[in-house]
């Protein structure tokens, strides 16, 4: 009887040791993830795992490292950062788990992104020992897939807009040349060897050429402006720079007269020049000019400053010698343009010799362009015929970034900012190529070059959409009709704003489709979805590839529908 129950006794204290010794398992219930999916944002996939040890599992002498793992591919897997808990006895730093009450904890952890994960599951594996004895605690799988939309940007910056270095072409160029007839003092007489002198030698000239060449030129007008010095008493300066007026208005008709040209001529008088002697002392080398135009400045009374001017010009031989006469003048000024070729006539040069044409005549033949076609061969004549011009490559590889050519674009580009490192345009385009090559951080310095560039704002809000600044994204592309914008208004979660913008889209692609598939989606609309999808498929078969594994369409994939689309 004896020997029996201590047998008993002896076997109950052993299953009790044994039970004690061992941890459970653990399942999916235990653990909360956000967010679910998980979701991949800038090229990393972030999660926060919160998690709990239920009661009376964590023995007092045990240590449990839990590490996530998420696992795709052929037996790819990726660890992310683990966290250790520990027991009631145990001596260590690690949080502490209360046996009979359990604990909460909450791990965040991040994985670089790879395109495999779009299939893959998260699981938490154990590293689990009681004292010196290791513990097998089956892995938990807590999360299926991967969301990865915002990789479509790599697809909508071909619908970008990019910077173009604009063309400086005028049909019209204004012109202007001035002839200047110089008085004596207290006279409004023209001498002859005022006629003589080049500035009125070179105005007739000027009237000449425009009559000669009529095409090439055309009269604007002539304005006539005489003055008087303002020495003299103001009644009197009033009448001899009327005076002035006359004799040059007279001499003008003239020259109109022998030239046989038509021109409206506007005439004016200054009966006491200050504006022109306060410039003409200023830009003097008079010792004391400082003092002069700071005296002449403290009197507003024109007698006042008359009377003034004259003693400054008794004291000052300069004043009298070198200022005074230079305001005794009439100034006749000839407004002219030149006449450049007409649209047609720029058109027909570049069919029968594009090289007699100038950088901006070529570049402003492109903007006539019919079709991107011809705009691109007229772009590529244009760096042939001008290739030490920065905009030529750069208008250049704007066809190429278009036409989905990246690597053509970048070369083209690095051509430019060899040629003007500062270039806006360049260095904005430049940074549409490093989005698409993955690379936000050099995107970000050469849009620092490209504040000025028409496509800023629009870049920048790409940049901000590989940067996981979605709601920023969204804001400096509203308004913009293009893939990137609504892409940027669904990671924001602004479906209907998403919605507006795909329909607005003037050249729906294939992107254009499958991004309105996403929206249907996410807001339940099944069969705009399928047939959204449908339609992105007829367009780029390689989208049934990224269908048939896209977490935006996980609630389709049971769907006969959909697996005919995407088989």
Not at 8 to 18: E, K, N
Not at 23 to 33: C, H, I, K, Q
Not at 205 to 226: H, N, P, V, Y
Not at 305 to 318: D, P, V, Y
């Amino acid at each position: 009887m004896y020997s029996k129950t201590y047998l008993s006794l002896a076997l109950a204290s052993t299953l009790a040791l044994t039970s004690c010794s061992k941890l459970g398992e653990l399942s999916a219930d235990n653990f909360t993830v956000t967010p679910s999916p998980l979701e991949e944002s800038a090229g990393k996939v972030g999660v926060t795992i919160n998690g709990r040890f239920p009661e009376k599992y964590m023995k007092k002498k045990a240590v449990v490292t839990v590490i996530p793992e998420l696992r795709y591919g052929q037996g790819s897997a990726t660890r992310g950062q683990a966290a250790t808990f520990q027991g009631e006895k145990v001596l260590g730093n690690d949080q502490e788990i209360s046996y009979k009450l359990g604990g909460n904890y909450t791990m965040r952890n991040t994985f670089a992104y790879v395109p495999e994960m779009a299939q893959s599951e998260l699981y938490l594996t154990f590293d689990a020992r009681i004292g010196n004895k290791t513990m097998n605690v089956p892995a938990v799988k807590v999360a299926n897939g991967v969301l990865a939309t915002s990789t479509l940007l790599g697809r909508t910056l071909s619908s970008v807009s990019t910077a173009t270095g604009e063309d400086k072409y005028q049909y019209a160029i204004a012109q202007s040349k001035q002839g200047q007839i110089k008085y004596l003092i207290n006279q409004a007489n023209i001498r002859t060897s005022e006629l003589k002198s080049v500035s009125v030698q070179e105005f007739i000239q000027t009237l000449k050429d425009i009559k000669a060449d009529s095409k090439g030129f055309e009269m604007d007008g002539i304005e006539i402006s005489a003055y008087a010095s303002p020495e003299g008493r103001l009644d009197f300066n009033t009448r001899l720079a009327e005076k002035r007026q006359n004799t040059s208005s007279r001499f003008v008709a003239e020259q109109l007269k022998k030239t046989g040209l038509e021109a409206e001529v506007t005439s004016g008088y200054t009966a006491e020049d200050w504006d022109g002697f306060q410039e003409l002392v200023a830009a003097s080398n008079i010792q004391d000019k400082d003092v002069i135009l700071r005296v002449l400045s403290m009197y507003q009374d024109p007698e006042e400053r008359e009377k003034q001017i004259r003693n400054l010009s008794a004291a000052f031989t300069e004043l009298a010698d070198a200022i005074l006469p230079e305001l005794r003048r009439a100034r006749m000024i000839i407004n002219y343009n030149i006449i450049g070729r007409t649209d047609d006539e720029i058109q027909a040069q570049y069919k029968s010799d594009a090289s007699k044409l100038s950088v901006e005549e070529l570049l402003y033949a492109a903007t006539l362009a019919e079709t991107d076609a011809e705009k691109k061969d007229i772009y590529a004549t244009a760096v042939r015929l001008y290739p030490n011009d920065y905009r030529t490559h750069n208008n250049l590889a704007q066809m190429e970034i278009q036409g989905g050519n990246y690597a053509a674009a970048a070369s083209l580009l690095q051509t430019a900012l060899k040629q003007n490192a500062n270039s806006a345009e360049a260095n904005a385009n430049m940074a549409i190529i490093a989005l698409q090559q993955g690379k936000a951080e050099a995107a970000e310095t050469l849009l620092g070059k490209a504040t000025e560039a028409a496509n800023y704002n629009e870049v920048l809000g790409n940049l901000n959409i590989a940067k996981g600044n979605y709601t920023a994204a969204a804001q400096q592309l509203a308004g913009v009709k293009s893939n990137s914008a609504a892409l940027a208004q669904i990671l924001a979660k602004n479906y209907e704003a998403a919605n507006e913008t795909l329909a607005g889209i003037a050249q729906p692609d294939a992107t254009t489709s499958y991004l309105k598939a996403i929206v249907a989606a996410r807001t339940k609309q099944q069969a705009n979805a399928l047939a959204a999808l449908k339609d992105a498929v007829a367009k780029d078969a390689s989208l049934k590839a990224r269908a048939a594994t896209d977490l935006e369409f996980a609630r389709y994939f049971s769907n006969s529908t959909f697996q005919s689309l995407v088989k």
